[in-house]
T-cell receptor, first 117, second 113 residues
């Protein structure tokens, strides 16, 4: 069974440009999460989808970030316009919804390394 | 803020057991303890989780104290490939059905040859 995949693995853009990150969750997983780690900081939660609905957006830093999950399958995270402080590693994770939420285990993708110059 | 505290770093000799402690004194009755690790700059890798009983799988064992205020992850025979940052996570109960992880700084385990 394929794990969580993310594309691209690396992205280098200039300040002010737009970048779109993609995440494909494990097949059949209803829950999809975005996290990120900026330089020298801990991994931070961004948002959580249940199928195509945003369940929790509390971690989104500002309105330059837009996440979508049309059809409840893959998700995209767009940064527009990108700023220097957006540089970091963006992780996606997914989990099933079969068990009670307390037991839900999230499986992470390899991440997208974003560098804004 | 993370609900767990871990030592920033530990060393372990190859072939020996690595015991990684975690304090979670404010854990609630229905909160699970999860352990993940991050090797190099890869994505966090799930290791094990538990509620109150000790757990074991092919990767590790998890020992949770009776009062649930602390736990220990045990890698029974550490190898060089176990060198990683290990995260202990107590996931807070979501009020709106979300179960996000709150990562702390973790323990950087270095396995020595």
């Amino acid at each position: 069974e394929a794990g969580v995949t993310q594309f691209p693995s690396h992205s280098v853009i200039e300040k002010g440009q737009t970048v779109t990150l993609r995440c494909d969750p494990i097949s059949g997983h209803d829950n999809l999460y975005w996290y990120r780690r900026v330089m020298g900081k801990e991994i931070k939660f961004l948002l959580h989808f249940v199928k195509e609905s945003k369940q929790d957006e509390s971690g989104m830093p500002n309105n330059r970030f837009l996440a979508e999950r049309t059809g409840g399958t893959y998700s995209t995270l767009k940064v527009q316009p990108a700023e220097l402080e957006d540089s970091g590693v963006y992780f996606c994770a997914s989990s099933q919804d079969k068990l009670a939420g307390f037991q839900e285990t999230q499986y992470f993708g390899p991440g997208t390394r974003l560098l804004v110059l | 803020d993370a609900k767990t505290t871990q030592p920033p770093s530990m060393d372990c000799a190859e072939g020996r057991a690595a015991n990684l402690p975690c304090n979670h004194s404010t854990i609630s009755g229905n909160e699970y303890v999860y352990w993940y690790r991050q090797i190099h700059s890869q994505g966090p890798q799930y290791i094990i989780h538990g509620l109150k009983n000790n757990e074991t799988n092919e990767m590790a064992s998890l020992i949770i104290t009776e009062d649930r205020k602390s736990s220990t992850l045990i890698l029974p025979h550490a190898t060089l490939r176990d060198t990683a940052v290990y995260y202990c996570i107590v996931r807070p109960r979501g009020t709106s059905g979300t179960y996000k992880y709150i990562f702390g700084t973790g323990t950087r385990l270095k396995v020595l040859a």
